[in-house]
């Protein structure tokens, strides 16, 4: 079964640094496009980065780009966000998320971690 | 950035009724390898994350009921749900994923009329 678990969520304070993690199973999760996909408070889910399945490309929403940073360790089958400079507007449930790990076309999200900033 | 513009933002409809959902991109978008659309739709209940109902625009996620179909072409997608059911209450979201930056639309509250 694809699965993908999230964690390290917490309570930052402004200009503070987190990092989050995905662990996947059920799939090659070294041939994998992996993308983080974050979803505020009553809002609609935003797309925030992702990368390529060796970790040579990556790609960033412009709202995060310079702070925050995503990274893959395939030996441990685990996706990073690293997140610093973290402002109140990424306050937000973070899910990694990936598609077509199975041959059909479906996509897998995470179940999300909740990352807040405030003061 | 493609936009995904979805309507209605709610929608109210009686038990067992139709519901339509909106959603129109701002380019065509279509997956090179395959030339279908790189379309999903998701429904997603509070507290919980989305959940994945249809993708490459028709293609129906298993163990989805039947009852939902996507349907649609070039920039003019709908989600429809053919007899609504109680447990449909949710807010629906369509989503483009074949440009790097995926893009969603703002979501449709679905409620019980």
């Known amino acids: 079964e694809v699965q993908l678990v999230e964690s390290g969520g917490d309570l930052v304070q402004p200009g503070g640094s987190l990092r989050v993690s995905c662990a996947a199973s059920?799939?090659?999760?070294?041939?994998?496009?992996m993308h983080w996909v974050r979803q505020g408070p009553a809002q609609g889910p935003a797309w925030v980065s992702r990368?390529?399945?060796?970790?040579?490309?990556?790609n960033y929403a412009d709202s995060v780009r310079g702070r925050f940073t995503i990274s893959r360790d395939n030996a441990k089958n685990t996706l990073y966000l690293q997140m610093n400079d973290l402002r109140a507007e990424d306050t937000a449930v973070y899910y990694c998320?990936?598609?077509?790990?199975?041959?059909?076309?479906?996509?897998?999200w995470g179940q999300g971690t909740q990352v807040t900033v405030s003061s | 950035d493609v936009v995904m513009t979805q309507s209605p933002e709610s929608l109210g409809v009686s038990l067992g009724a139709r519901a339509t959902i909106n959603c129109q991109s701002s380019?065509?978008?279509?997956?090179?390898?395959?030339?279908?659309?790189?379309i999903a739709w998701y429904q997603q209940k509070p507290g919980q994350p989305p959940r994945l109902l249809i993708y490459?625009?028709?293609t129906r996620e298993a163990g989805v009921p039947d009852r939902f179909s996507g349907g649609g072409s070039g920039t003019d997608f709908t989600l429809t749900i053919s007899s609504l059911q109680a447990e449909d209450v949710a807010v629906y979201y369509c989503?483009?994923?074949?440009?790097?930056?995926?893009?969603f639309g703002q979501g449709t509250k679905v409620e019980i009329k």
């Open positions: 998320t990936t598609w077509g790990v199975s041959g059909t076309g479906s996509h897998v």
């Open positions: 059920g799939f090659t999760f070294s041939n994998s496009w």
């Open positions: 990368i390529n399945g060796d970790g040579s490309v990556t």
């Open positions: 380019q065509t978008l279509l997956y090179s390898s395959n030339n279908k659309n790189c």
């Open positions: 490459w625009a028709f």
């Open positions: 989503q483009q994923y074949c440009t790097t930056w995926w893009t």
